[in-house]
């Protein structure tokens, strides 16, 4: 998936950023698996079985939850969506990028 955001959008990404989003509860860097510092957006994609053990999902909550105090706009991909429909998530990804906010 970073492939593609790289193709559609050539300024500068990050990928697997630690150094912008900090929870609140442990004082540790968060993850954002793709950030474009210059759009304030982040792109998250979240794997089937990574994702759905309960202390990930709470930390989801809380990466959600800063990016919205830190105003960086965040799309969370799922696994099981990008395998069965890449073409509409490119889409999506796509108009996450370049719409206006």
Request: proline share 2%.
């Amino acid at each position: 998936m970073c492939e593609y955001v790289r193709i559609i959008y050539q300024q500068n990404i990050i990928e697997n950023d630690r150094t912008t989003i900090i929870n609140p509860d442990t004082g540790y860097y968060l993850e954002l698996d793709i950030f474009i510092p210059e759009l304030r957006k982040a792109i998250e994609f979240n794997g089937t079985y990574w994702h759905s053990l309960s202390n990930t999902k709470e930390r989801d909550i809380i990466k959600r939850n800063q990016c919205k105090n830190e105003n960086i706009r965040l799309l969370v991909v799922d696994e099981s969506d990008w395998l069965d429909d890449k073409k509409q998530i490119k889409e999506n990804i796509l108009k996450f990028l370049y719409k206006e906010v």
